[in-house]
């Protein structure tokens, strides 16, 4: 059983963000993570390894601090990893992600691809599927149960109160969703041969691709500009005893607020 697992870093979700000058650009504090969600997609891959045999193989489309997040796969028990190393590629819109990472499976073989639902700093989860679209495989989203049998996988998909129970045929892609497991904390051996592996890089022209597919002009997708969240108004306290301080609540939410 080959799986292959995309794999994105991502601002820490403590790092500080600014809006750029600019109003379309951010100013991100240098500090990363492995995103989220595929953590669960890495771990689900593992434990399918583990289950069917077969060996795991990181994919990352990034600059070089993208190397990170592929170094944290190896700790956790991926057999190997790749690089696509871009920046521009990586900046622009999901498009241009999904066929850098089409192009580069196109070279593998495999049974399954597992992701993270989305990326937690654009939050578009827009790329499996583009990638499933372009592979012309079968996608099943926000996975919160997977079980192989057969060369065929039962998936349950966690919708908007309710589950969906799908069955597809290999290979095929999914996207994993909070609740699939309880991605394992790297032993400090994993750590040690993650720090020595060697990750082999491809350049976007390995992939056939040009960089000025990936400008700004030739973008699905623009920027208009960002908009900071609203503020929030600030809290207010109400000394007194608890019938005098209900009392004055009241008074405030019908004369000043009007909410009542």
């Given at each position: 059983m080959?799986?292959i697992?995309l ?7 403590e ?5 750029g ?6 100013n ?18 593992l ?5 069917h045999?077969?060996k795991?193989?990181?994919?990352s ?5 993208a ?6 796969a190896i ?9 696509i ?9 999901g498009?241009?992600t999904?066929l ?22 654009a939050?578009r ?20 149960k997977l079980?192989?049998?057969d060369?065929k ?5 966690s ?13 095929a892609v ?17 750590v040690?041969?993650?720090m ?10 390995d992939l ?11 973008s699905?997708?623009q ?9 929030r108004p ?6 007194g ?5 209900a009392?004055?609540?009241v008074r405030?939410?019908v ?6």
């Open positions: 080959d799986i697992v794999v994105k870093q991502v601002p820490d979700p790092a500080l963000v600014e809006i000058a600019s109003g379309k650009d951010l991100i504090e240098p500090k990363f993570a492995v995103n989220l969600f595929d953590e669960f997609a890495l771990e689900e891959a434990r399918i390894k583990e289950k045999g077969g795991v193989k990181a994919l489309l990034g600059g070089p601090k190397m990170e997040a592929l170094r944290t700790a956790m028990g991926a057999d190997e990893a790749v690089l190393e871009d920046d521009a590629y990586a900046a622009r819109d498009y241009s999904a850098a990472l089409f192009k580069a499976l196109e070279k593998e073989t495999f049974d399954i691809i597992l992701t993270g639902r989305q990326a937690i700093d939050d989860g827009e790329v499996p599927q583009m990638v499933a679209q372009f592979l012309g495989l079968p996608h099943v989203g926000v996975v919160v079980d192989i049998s060369g996988a039962m998936a349950e998909s919708l908007e109160g309710a589950k969906e129970v799908v069955e597809v045929d290999l290979p999914f996207t994993a969703q909070k609740g699939l497991n309880e991605p394992r904390v790297p032993l400090i051996t994993g040690m041969k993650a020595k592996v060697q990750i082999p890089k491809l350049t976007i022209e056939g691709l040009t960089k000025d597919m990936a400008a700004p002009e030739n699905k997708t920027i208009v500009r960002y908009l900071p969240p609203k503020k600030a809290v207010q306290l109400i000394p005893e608890a019938r005098e301080a009392a004055e609540a405030i939410l004369d000043i607020e009007r909410v009542i």
